[in-house]
């Protein structure tokens, strides 16, 4: 079966503006997570959308923001880009929420803000 | 707070040789633990799981430990390959929490041949 897929690979971005970000997890999958990868703070949470409501967030400022579609497909929004917004962003999927168990990424958005 | 720390950063093995990645963590009401081999322009890979109600789970050349009592985990990894050369994650969930994972820094792991 198809994995967790994630639009687009690569991004570059200027100071400013804003992104969307998508990605389709694994069919029957219904929680969609986000996360944030650094080379300093490592993988961080950022939130968690299960049928179609946030369950969960990081200690992110409110520029990221998602939501959740009826076919489980989530979107990550970043406004005001900032130049240490420059990360790989990870989205993972998994059947239901706190359970945690069959959690799948994608590989990720590697985004560049100049 | 949570947090979830590495012993090692980096971790160089020769081939065929076993591998130990260690992890310590804070949260005693984590209840679930997952590690993840992350290899270059991927995403973290699922490699093994264990539930805070076991101490060691047994998969094909993995072995994790967890040990309660210290707050501690380790990831084995028999007879390593030049294939296993990645970054290593450990990730644990709390109970409750939803599917938030709290994951360490990452053990980068080199195989020589």
């Known amino acids: 079966k198809a994995g967790v897929t994630q639009t687009p690979r690569y991004l570059i971005k200027t100071r400013g503006q804003q992104v969307t970000l998508s990605c389709s997890p694994i069919?029957?999958?219904?929680?969609v997570s986000w996360y944030q990868q650094t080379p300093g703070q490592g993988l961080q949470f950022l939130f968690e959308?299960?049928?179609?409501?946030?369950?969960n967030k990081g200690n992110f400022p409110g520029r990221f923001s998602g939501r959740q579609f009826s076919n489980s497909r989530s979107e990550m929004n970043v406004s005001t880009l900032e130049l240490g917004d420059s990360a790989l962003y990870l989205c993972?999927?998994?059947?239901?929420?706190?359970?945690?168990?069959?959690?799948?990424f994608g590989s990720g958005t590697r985004l560049t803000v100049v | 707070g949570e947090s979830v720390g590495l012993h090692l950063p980096t971790l160089s093995v020769q081939e065929g040789d076993n591998s130990i990645i260690n992890c310590a963590y804070s949260?005693?009401?984590?209840?679930?633990f997952i590690w993840y081999k992350q290899e270059s322009g991927k995403g973290p890979q699922f490699i093994i799981d264990?539930?805070?109600?076991?101490d060691k789970r047994q998969g094909q050349r993995v072995t994790v430990l967890l040990n309660k009592t210290v707050k501690h985990l380790s990831l084995q990894i028999a007879a390593t390959q030049p294939g296993d050369s990645a970054v290593y994650f450990c990730?644990?969930?709390?109970?409750?929490?939803?599917?938030?994972?709290?994951f360490g820094t990452g053990t980068q792991l080199k195989v020589e041949l």
């Open positions: 993972a999927s998994s059947l239901e929420s706190g359970g945690g168990y069959g959690y799948t």
């Open positions: 069919s029957g999958h219904r929680s």
């Open positions: 959308y299960f049928s179609e409501t946030q369950r």
């Open positions: 949260n005693s009401a984590s209840d679930y």
């Open positions: 264990i539930r805070s109600n076991m």
């Open positions: 990730a644990e969930k709390n109970a409750g929490g939803g599917n938030k994972l709290t």
